[in-house]
Protein backbone atom coordinates (compact mmCIF):
# COMPACT_ATOMS: atom_id res chain seq x y z
CA UNK A 1 0.00 0.00 0.00
CA UNK A 2 1.49 3.32 -1.10
CA UNK A 3 1.19 6.65 1.80
CA UNK A 4 -1.49 8.56 0.74
CA UNK A 5 -0.16 12.69 1.46
CA UNK A 6 -2.97 14.64 0.16
CA UNK A 7 -5.45 14.91 3.06
CA UNK A 8 -9.20 16.70 2.05
CA UNK A 9 -12.21 17.22 4.29
CA UNK A 10 -15.61 16.08 2.52
CA UNK A 11 -18.84 17.62 3.56
CA UNK A 12 -21.78 15.16 1.99
CA UNK A 13 -25.33 14.92 2.55
CA UNK A 14 -26.94 11.51 2.66
CA UNK A 15 -30.88 10.48 3.58
CA UNK A 16 -31.39 9.25 6.69
CA UNK A 17 -31.57 5.73 5.74
CA UNK A 18 -29.40 3.00 7.32
CA UNK A 19 -27.07 2.06 4.61
CA UNK A 20 -26.07 4.95 2.73
CA UNK A 21 -22.92 6.07 4.81
CA UNK A 22 -21.60 3.02 3.90
CA UNK A 23 -22.73 3.33 0.57
CA UNK A 24 -20.36 6.64 0.70
CA UNK A 25 -17.82 4.36 2.02
CA UNK A 26 -17.53 1.82 -0.50
CA UNK A 27 -17.58 4.76 -3.30
CA UNK A 28 -14.63 6.11 -1.84
CA UNK A 29 -12.66 3.09 -0.86
CA UNK A 30 -13.04 1.57 -4.26
CA UNK A 31 -11.35 4.78 -5.60
CA UNK A 32 -8.31 4.25 -3.25
CA UNK A 33 -9.23 6.85 -1.05
CA UNK A 34 -8.84 6.00 2.61
CA UNK A 35 -11.54 7.04 5.01
CA UNK A 36 -9.95 9.00 8.43
CA UNK A 37 -12.37 10.66 10.50
CA UNK A 38 -15.93 10.85 10.24
CA UNK A 39 -17.88 13.97 11.84
CA UNK A 40 -21.69 14.01 12.08
CA UNK A 41 -21.98 17.57 11.63
CA UNK A 42 -26.39 17.25 11.95
CA UNK A 43 -28.90 14.55 11.95
CA UNK A 44 -31.86 15.58 10.47
CA UNK A 45 -35.71 13.79 10.27
CA UNK A 46 -34.81 13.37 6.27
CA UNK A 47 -30.88 14.27 5.80
CA UNK A 48 -27.32 13.46 8.07
CA UNK A 49 -24.75 15.52 7.18
CA UNK A 50 -21.07 14.82 7.67
CA UNK A 51 -17.97 15.55 7.36
CA UNK A 52 -15.17 12.85 5.96
CA UNK A 53 -11.79 13.33 5.82
CA UNK A 54 -10.17 11.52 3.03
CA UNK A 55 -6.47 10.78 2.42
CA UNK A 56 -5.29 10.44 -1.76
CA UNK A 57 -2.16 10.04 -3.39
CA UNK A 58 -2.87 13.28 -5.78
CA UNK A 59 -5.24 15.27 -7.49
CA UNK A 60 -6.22 12.78 -10.18
CA UNK A 61 -7.38 10.39 -7.52
CA UNK A 62 -9.26 13.43 -5.42
CA UNK A 63 -11.42 14.01 -8.15
CA UNK A 64 -11.92 10.21 -9.22
CA UNK A 65 -13.44 9.94 -5.70
CA UNK A 66 -15.41 13.18 -6.37
CA UNK A 67 -16.89 11.67 -9.18
CA UNK A 68 -17.74 7.98 -7.66
CA UNK A 69 -19.44 10.01 -5.04
CA UNK A 70 -21.47 12.06 -6.99
CA UNK A 71 -22.30 9.28 -9.19
CA UNK A 72 -24.10 7.50 -5.93
CA UNK A 73 -27.58 9.41 -6.38
CA UNK A 74 -30.17 8.90 -4.61
CA UNK A 75 -30.26 11.73 -2.80
CA UNK A 76 -26.29 11.49 -1.86
CA UNK A 77 -24.94 14.63 -2.45
CA UNK A 78 -21.44 16.01 -1.71
CA UNK A 79 -21.28 19.79 -0.67
CA UNK A 80 -17.62 21.32 -0.10
CA UNK A 81 -14.11 19.74 -0.72
CA UNK A 82 -11.84 21.50 1.76
CA UNK A 83 -8.48 21.57 2.55
CA UNK A 84 -8.17 21.35 5.97
CA UNK A 85 -4.16 22.10 6.26
CA UNK A 86 -4.63 24.88 4.55
CA UNK A 87 -7.25 26.44 6.77
CA UNK A 88 -5.21 25.63 10.14
CA UNK A 89 -2.51 27.97 8.69
CA UNK A 90 -4.53 30.97 8.41
CA UNK A 91 -3.55 33.64 10.43
CA UNK A 92 -0.52 31.46 11.19
CA UNK A 93 -0.05 29.21 14.29
CA UNK A 94 1.98 31.12 17.05
CA UNK A 95 1.12 34.02 18.79
CA UNK A 96 3.31 36.21 21.55
CA UNK A 97 0.59 36.76 24.27
CA UNK A 98 0.74 38.88 27.74
CA UNK A 99 0.80 36.40 30.87
CA UNK A 100 -0.67 39.58 33.05
CA UNK A 101 -3.81 41.13 32.76
CA UNK A 102 -3.98 44.74 32.34
CA UNK A 103 -7.35 46.02 32.84
CA UNK A 104 -6.84 48.62 35.60
CA UNK A 105 -4.26 51.39 35.50
CA UNK A 106 -2.07 50.09 38.98
CA UNK A 107 -1.71 46.83 35.98
CA UNK A 108 -0.48 49.18 33.64
CA UNK A 109 2.29 50.84 36.18
CA UNK A 110 2.96 47.60 36.85
CA UNK A 111 3.68 45.37 33.84
CA UNK A 112 4.56 48.99 31.93
CA UNK A 113 5.84 52.07 32.90
CA UNK A 114 6.81 53.45 35.55
CA UNK A 115 6.86 50.23 37.59
CA UNK A 116 9.14 48.63 34.13
CA UNK A 117 12.04 50.75 34.84
CA UNK A 118 13.16 49.54 38.59
CA UNK A 119 12.97 45.94 37.07
CA UNK A 120 15.34 47.50 34.12
CA UNK A 121 17.93 49.03 36.93
CA UNK A 122 17.82 46.01 38.88
CA UNK A 123 18.69 43.97 36.10
CA UNK A 124 21.25 46.91 34.45
CA UNK A 125 22.85 46.16 38.17
CA UNK A 126 22.82 42.40 38.41
CA UNK A 127 22.79 41.00 34.84
CA UNK A 128 21.98 37.34 35.77
CA UNK A 129 18.72 38.65 37.07
CA UNK A 130 17.21 38.83 34.06
CA UNK A 131 16.99 34.70 33.76
CA UNK A 132 13.77 35.35 36.82
CA UNK A 133 12.43 38.51 35.78
CA UNK A 134 12.29 38.06 31.90
CA UNK A 135 11.54 35.46 29.50
CA UNK A 136 14.68 35.21 28.11
CA UNK A 137 15.63 32.17 30.06
CA UNK A 138 12.63 30.20 28.91
CA UNK A 139 13.05 31.18 24.99
CA UNK A 140 15.04 30.00 22.21
CA UNK A 141 15.53 31.37 18.39
CA UNK A 142 14.26 29.45 15.74
CA UNK A 143 16.40 30.22 12.76
CA UNK A 144 16.23 29.71 9.40
CA UNK A 145 17.81 30.99 6.29
CA UNK A 146 15.29 28.75 4.30
CA UNK A 147 18.04 27.33 1.97
CA UNK A 148 16.86 23.41 3.07
CA UNK A 149 13.40 23.67 4.27
CA UNK A 150 12.18 19.78 4.93
CA UNK A 151 12.86 18.38 1.62
CA UNK A 152 11.73 21.46 -0.99
CA UNK A 153 15.16 22.49 -1.47
CA UNK A 154 15.87 26.20 -1.31
CA UNK A 155 12.36 28.22 -1.17
CA UNK A 156 13.52 30.90 1.05
CA UNK A 157 12.72 31.37 4.71
CA UNK A 158 9.33 33.32 4.55
CA UNK A 159 8.27 30.62 2.40
CA UNK A 160 9.56 28.08 5.10
CA UNK A 161 8.00 29.99 7.95
CA UNK A 162 5.25 27.83 8.20
CA UNK A 163 7.78 24.78 9.34
CA UNK A 164 9.32 27.34 11.90
CA UNK A 165 5.89 28.04 13.87
CA UNK A 166 5.39 24.41 13.10
CA UNK A 167 8.46 24.01 15.73
CA UNK A 168 7.60 26.45 17.58
CA UNK A 169 4.24 25.04 18.65
CA UNK A 170 5.69 21.69 19.23
CA UNK A 171 8.00 23.72 21.75
CA UNK A 172 5.37 24.98 23.19
CA UNK A 173 3.20 21.77 23.19
CA UNK A 174 5.52 19.33 24.13
CA UNK A 175 8.54 21.24 26.13
CA UNK A 176 6.90 24.67 27.69
CA UNK A 177 9.49 26.64 26.05
CA UNK A 178 8.98 29.64 23.88
CA UNK A 179 10.21 29.35 20.35
CA UNK A 180 10.49 32.56 18.52
CA UNK A 181 10.85 31.92 14.55
CA UNK A 182 13.77 34.25 13.28
CA UNK A 183 13.91 34.70 8.86
CA UNK A 184 16.53 35.41 7.73
CA UNK A 185 17.41 37.21 3.99
CA UNK A 186 20.66 35.81 3.89
CA UNK A 187 21.94 32.98 3.33
CA UNK A 188 25.81 34.41 3.69
CA UNK A 189 27.30 32.10 6.54
CA UNK A 190 29.17 35.58 7.99
CA UNK A 191 25.99 37.59 7.94
CA UNK A 192 24.32 34.78 9.57
CA UNK A 193 26.69 34.34 12.03
CA UNK A 194 26.81 38.02 12.91
CA UNK A 195 23.14 38.28 13.19
CA UNK A 196 22.66 35.33 15.38
CA UNK A 197 25.33 36.67 17.71
CA UNK A 198 23.47 39.99 17.58
CA UNK A 199 20.10 39.11 18.51
CA UNK A 200 21.31 36.11 20.96
CA UNK A 201 20.81 38.24 24.01
CA UNK A 202 17.64 37.75 23.98
CA UNK A 203 17.66 33.74 23.92
CA UNK A 204 18.56 30.89 26.25
CA UNK A 205 19.33 28.64 23.30
CA UNK A 206 19.69 28.61 19.50
CA UNK A 207 18.16 26.30 17.25
CA UNK A 208 19.23 26.34 13.97
CA UNK A 209 16.35 24.89 11.20
CA UNK A 210 16.46 23.87 7.97
CA UNK A 211 19.91 25.52 7.17
CA UNK A 212 21.15 23.63 4.15
CA UNK A 213 24.54 21.79 3.63
CA UNK A 214 27.50 22.83 3.52
CA UNK A 215 27.10 26.26 4.98
CA UNK A 216 25.18 25.16 7.91
CA UNK A 217 28.63 23.08 9.26
CA UNK A 218 30.23 26.35 9.36
CA UNK A 219 27.84 28.51 10.81
CA UNK A 220 27.14 25.68 13.55
CA UNK A 221 30.36 25.31 14.56
CA UNK A 222 31.51 29.33 14.86
CA UNK A 223 27.78 30.18 16.91
CA UNK A 224 28.71 27.12 19.17
CA UNK A 225 32.49 28.23 19.68
CA UNK A 226 31.13 31.63 20.48
CA UNK A 227 27.72 31.99 22.23
CA UNK A 228 27.24 31.27 25.80
CA UNK A 229 24.31 29.32 25.06
CA UNK A 230 23.39 26.17 23.65
CA UNK A 231 23.10 25.88 19.73
CA UNK A 232 21.82 23.20 17.94
CA UNK A 233 21.48 22.06 14.24
CA UNK A 234 18.45 20.30 14.13
CA UNK A 235 18.68 18.64 10.86
CA UNK A 236 21.71 17.28 12.46
CA UNK A 237 21.51 16.31 15.78
CA UNK A 238 17.82 16.13 16.61
CA UNK A 239 17.63 14.06 13.58
CA UNK A 240 20.64 12.15 14.61
CA UNK A 241 19.82 11.53 18.03
CA UNK A 242 16.13 9.85 16.79
CA UNK A 243 18.11 8.30 14.31
CA UNK A 244 19.99 6.71 16.89
CA UNK A 245 16.95 5.71 18.65
CA UNK A 246 15.66 3.93 15.67
CA UNK A 247 18.45 2.06 15.65
CA UNK A 248 19.02 1.07 18.77
CA UNK A 249 15.17 -0.26 19.14
CA UNK A 250 15.38 -2.00 15.72
CA UNK A 251 18.64 -4.07 16.89
CA UNK A 252 17.09 -4.99 20.45
CA UNK A 253 14.08 -6.30 18.79
CA UNK A 254 16.36 -8.20 15.71
CA UNK A 255 18.39 -9.62 18.40
CA UNK A 256 21.56 -7.76 16.64
CA UNK A 257 24.60 -5.86 17.97
CA UNK A 258 24.38 -2.19 16.48
CA UNK A 259 28.42 -1.73 16.90
CA UNK A 260 29.25 -4.95 14.96
CA UNK A 261 26.22 -3.76 12.07
CA UNK A 262 27.32 -2.35 8.93
CA UNK A 263 25.31 1.21 8.72
CA UNK A 264 24.71 2.72 5.39
CA UNK A 265 24.30 6.33 4.92
CA UNK A 266 21.97 7.40 1.67
CA UNK A 267 22.53 11.46 1.10
CA UNK A 268 25.43 13.61 3.34
CA UNK A 269 24.16 16.88 3.79
CA UNK A 270 23.48 18.27 6.94
CA UNK A 271 21.27 14.99 8.47
CA UNK A 272 23.05 12.18 6.81
CA UNK A 273 26.73 13.61 7.82
CA UNK A 274 25.47 14.02 11.64
CA UNK A 275 23.93 10.61 11.54
CA UNK A 276 26.93 8.84 10.56
CA UNK A 277 29.19 11.00 13.11
CA UNK A 278 26.97 10.06 15.88
CA UNK A 279 26.62 6.11 14.94
CA UNK A 280 30.78 6.55 14.42
CA UNK A 281 30.40 8.61 17.83
CA UNK A 282 28.76 5.88 19.39
CA UNK A 283 30.55 2.90 18.83
CA UNK A 284 29.50 1.49 14.94
CA UNK A 285 32.56 0.04 13.70
CA UNK A 286 31.25 -0.04 10.14
CA UNK A 287 29.50 3.02 8.68
CA UNK A 288 29.76 3.81 4.84
CA UNK A 289 27.43 6.83 2.94
CA UNK A 290 26.70 8.36 -0.42
CA UNK A 291 25.91 11.36 -1.82
CA UNK A 292 25.90 12.44 -5.38
CA UNK A 293 28.20 15.70 -4.33
CA UNK A 294 31.80 14.77 -3.98
CA UNK A 295 32.40 17.03 -1.81
CA UNK A 296 30.27 15.31 1.10
CA UNK A 297 31.89 11.71 0.02
CA UNK A 298 35.03 14.16 1.35
CA UNK A 299 33.28 14.74 4.27
CA UNK A 300 32.06 11.34 4.99
CA UNK A 301 36.10 10.12 4.52
CA UNK A 302 37.65 12.62 6.94
CA UNK A 303 35.43 11.90 9.80
CA UNK A 304 36.45 8.11 9.12
CA UNK A 305 33.36 6.96 7.07
CA UNK A 306 33.72 5.21 4.24
CA UNK A 307 32.17 6.63 1.01
CA UNK A 308 30.66 3.96 -1.58
CA UNK A 309 30.10 5.25 -5.35
CA UNK A 310 26.14 3.84 -5.43
CA UNK A 311 23.15 3.36 -3.80
CA UNK A 312 23.09 -0.38 -4.95
CA UNK A 313 26.34 -1.09 -3.66
CA UNK A 314 25.11 0.75 -0.40
CA UNK A 315 21.97 -1.44 -0.32
CA UNK A 316 24.04 -4.79 -1.10
CA UNK A 317 26.17 -4.48 1.83
CA UNK A 318 24.76 -2.76 4.44
CA UNK A 319 21.76 -4.41 7.40
CA UNK A 320 20.86 -0.80 8.17
CA UNK A 321 20.17 2.00 5.87
CA UNK A 322 18.78 5.41 6.25
CA UNK A 323 18.56 8.03 3.43
CA UNK A 324 18.27 11.82 3.72
CA UNK A 325 18.47 13.01 0.17
CA UNK A 326 14.62 15.18 -0.25
CA UNK A 327 14.15 12.91 -3.40
CA UNK A 328 11.17 10.55 -3.17
CA UNK A 329 11.31 7.09 -4.47
CA UNK A 330 15.19 6.97 -4.77
CA UNK A 331 15.40 3.53 -3.14
CA UNK A 332 13.98 0.93 -5.90
CA UNK A 333 12.31 -2.11 -4.51
CA UNK A 334 14.38 -4.27 -5.75
CA UNK A 335 17.63 -2.62 -4.06
CA UNK A 336 16.03 -4.24 -0.73
CA UNK A 337 17.51 -6.86 1.06
CA UNK A 338 15.88 -9.69 2.88
CA UNK A 339 16.11 -8.58 6.92
CA UNK A 340 17.55 -5.43 6.20
CA UNK A 341 16.39 -1.81 8.54
CA UNK A 342 15.37 0.76 6.31
CA UNK A 343 14.83 4.22 7.84
CA UNK A 344 13.70 6.37 4.73
CA UNK A 345 13.49 10.02 6.31
CA UNK A 346 13.38 12.46 3.88
CA UNK A 347 10.16 14.89 4.41
CA UNK A 348 7.38 15.24 2.85
CA UNK A 349 8.10 12.56 1.15
CA UNK A 350 10.81 9.29 1.87
CA UNK A 351 12.88 7.12 -1.02
CA UNK A 352 10.67 4.30 -0.03
CA UNK A 353 7.16 4.16 1.47
CA UNK A 354 7.98 1.73 4.42
CA UNK A 355 4.87 -0.28 3.33
CA UNK A 356 6.91 -0.90 0.11
CA UNK A 357 10.03 -1.84 1.76
CA UNK A 358 8.55 -4.33 4.45
CA UNK A 359 6.73 -6.14 1.03
CA UNK A 360 10.55 -5.91 -0.75
CA UNK A 361 11.59 -8.13 2.37
CA UNK A 362 12.75 -5.54 4.85
CA UNK A 363 12.49 -6.45 8.65
CA UNK A 364 11.85 -3.04 10.00
CA UNK A 365 11.26 0.18 7.91
CA UNK A 366 9.94 3.41 8.86
CA UNK A 367 9.45 7.37 7.11
CA UNK A 368 10.38 10.65 8.56
CA UNK A 369 7.15 11.49 9.87
CA UNK A 370 7.73 8.63 12.55
CA UNK A 371 11.39 8.94 12.83
CA UNK A 372 11.17 12.66 12.82
CA UNK A 373 13.36 15.02 15.20
CA UNK A 374 10.13 15.85 16.78
CA UNK A 375 11.26 14.00 19.27
CA UNK A 376 14.30 15.22 20.09
CA UNK A 377 14.43 18.50 20.29
CA UNK A 378 12.08 20.15 22.78
CA UNK A 379 13.01 17.63 25.27
CA UNK A 380 17.22 18.56 24.39
CA UNK A 381 16.44 21.93 24.68
CA UNK A 382 14.08 21.76 28.09
CA UNK A 383 17.05 19.24 29.66
CA UNK A 384 19.37 21.75 28.57
CA UNK A 385 17.64 25.13 29.68
CA UNK A 386 16.58 22.90 33.17
CA UNK A 387 20.31 22.54 33.83
CA UNK A 388 21.56 26.34 32.90
CA UNK A 389 23.82 24.48 30.42
CA UNK A 390 25.96 26.44 28.01
CA UNK A 391 26.42 23.98 25.54
CA UNK A 392 24.46 21.13 23.71
CA UNK A 393 26.94 18.37 23.54
CA UNK A 394 27.64 14.69 22.24
CA UNK A 395 27.09 13.18 25.96
CA UNK A 396 23.46 14.71 26.15
CA UNK A 397 22.56 13.76 22.47
CA UNK A 398 23.58 10.53 23.07
CA UNK A 399 21.08 10.55 26.70
CA UNK A 400 18.51 12.06 24.95
CA UNK A 401 18.92 8.75 22.36
CA UNK A 402 19.13 6.46 24.71
CA UNK A 403 15.98 8.16 26.67
CA UNK A 404 13.88 7.71 23.38
CA UNK A 405 15.04 4.23 22.79
CA UNK A 406 13.93 3.00 26.23
CA UNK A 407 10.24 4.58 25.75
CA UNK A 408 10.03 2.44 22.92
CA UNK A 409 7.73 -0.15 23.04
CA UNK A 410 9.36 -3.87 21.83
CA UNK A 411 8.27 -4.36 18.36
CA UNK A 412 8.38 -0.43 17.30
CA UNK A 413 11.42 2.09 16.16
CA UNK A 414 10.27 5.47 18.31
CA UNK A 415 7.60 5.83 20.36
CA UNK A 416 4.41 8.02 19.56
CA UNK A 417 5.61 11.92 19.45
CA UNK A 418 3.07 13.58 21.25
CA UNK A 419 3.23 10.85 24.44
CA UNK A 420 4.15 13.65 27.10
CA UNK A 421 6.33 10.50 29.15
CA UNK A 422 8.92 10.63 25.95
CA UNK A 423 9.35 14.46 26.09
CA UNK A 424 9.87 14.50 30.20
CA UNK A 425 12.15 11.45 29.74
CA UNK A 426 14.47 13.33 27.35
CA UNK A 427 14.88 16.23 29.16
CA UNK A 428 15.30 14.50 32.35
CA UNK A 429 17.73 12.30 30.81
CA UNK A 430 19.71 15.92 28.94
CA UNK A 431 19.19 17.60 32.71
CA UNK A 432 21.06 14.76 34.50
CA UNK A 433 24.02 14.61 32.00
CA UNK A 434 24.66 18.19 31.86
CA UNK A 435 24.36 18.50 35.52
CA UNK A 436 26.79 15.85 35.68
CA UNK A 437 29.24 17.79 34.09
N1 LIG B 1 12.92 12.83 9.63
C1 LIG B 1 13.55 13.85 10.14
O1 LIG B 1 13.49 14.15 11.34
C2 LIG B 1 14.37 14.72 9.27
C3 LIG B 1 14.37 14.56 7.93
N2 LIG B 1 15.15 15.35 7.15
C4 LIG B 1 15.01 15.22 5.72
O2 LIG B 1 16.24 14.89 5.12
C5 LIG B 1 16.31 15.49 3.83
C6 LIG B 1 17.64 16.21 3.70
O3 LIG B 1 17.72 17.27 4.62
P1 LIG B 1 19.10 17.98 4.90
O4 LIG B 1 20.15 16.98 5.27
O5 LIG B 1 18.81 19.10 5.84
O6 LIG B 1 19.41 18.58 3.45
P2 LIG B 1 20.81 18.81 2.72
O7 LIG B 1 20.49 19.62 1.53
O8 LIG B 1 21.81 19.32 3.69
O9 LIG B 1 21.27 17.32 2.29
C7 LIG B 1 20.75 16.58 1.23
C8 LIG B 1 21.89 15.72 0.68
O10 LIG B 1 21.33 14.75 -0.19
C9 LIG B 1 22.17 14.67 -1.34
N3 LIG B 1 21.40 14.15 -2.47
C10 LIG B 1 20.37 14.75 -3.12
N4 LIG B 1 19.94 13.96 -4.12
C11 LIG B 1 20.68 12.83 -4.09
C12 LIG B 1 20.71 11.65 -4.86
N5 LIG B 1 19.88 11.48 -5.89
N6 LIG B 1 21.62 10.70 -4.54
C13 LIG B 1 22.49 10.88 -3.52
N7 LIG B 1 22.53 11.98 -2.76
C14 LIG B 1 21.63 12.95 -3.03
C15 LIG B 1 22.66 16.10 -1.56
O11 LIG B 1 23.82 16.14 -2.37
C16 LIG B 1 22.91 16.54 -0.11
O12 LIG B 1 24.22 16.26 0.29
C17 LIG B 1 15.09 16.40 3.71
O13 LIG B 1 14.10 15.78 2.93
C18 LIG B 1 14.58 16.54 5.12
O14 LIG B 1 13.18 16.66 5.18
C19 LIG B 1 16.01 16.29 7.66
C20 LIG B 1 16.04 16.48 9.01
C21 LIG B 1 15.17 15.76 9.91
C1 LIG C 1 11.78 17.18 10.37
C2 LIG C 1 12.72 18.13 9.81
O1 LIG C 1 13.33 18.90 10.52
C3 LIG C 1 12.92 18.13 8.39
O2 LIG C 1 12.37 17.30 7.68
O3 LIG C 1 13.67 19.01 7.93
MG1 LIG D 1 14.31 20.45 9.41
Redesign the pocket.
Known amino acids: MITKHMIRTLMIETPTIPGNLGKVATAIGLMGGDIGEVETVKVGPNYTMRNMTVQVENEEQLQEVIQAIEALGEGIRLHTVSDEVLSAHEGGKIQMKSKMPIRTLAELGRVYTPGVADVCRLIENEPEKASIYTTISNSVAIVTDGTAI?GLGNIGSVAGMPVMEGKAALFDQLAGISGIPILLDTSDPEEIIRTVKHISPGFSGILLE?IGSPHCFDIEDRLKEDLNIPVMH??QHGTAVVTLAAAISACKSAGLDLKEAKVGQIGLGAAGVAICRMFMAYGVKAVCGTDKSEEAMDRLAQYGGQPLESIKELMDTCDIVISTTGVPGLIKKEYVRQGQVILALS?PKPEIEPEEALEAGAAYAAD?RSV??VLGFPGIFRGALNAKSKVIDHEMLVAAAEAIASCTKHGDLVPQPLDPKVHQAVAAAVERTARGK
Open positions: LDDDNGNN
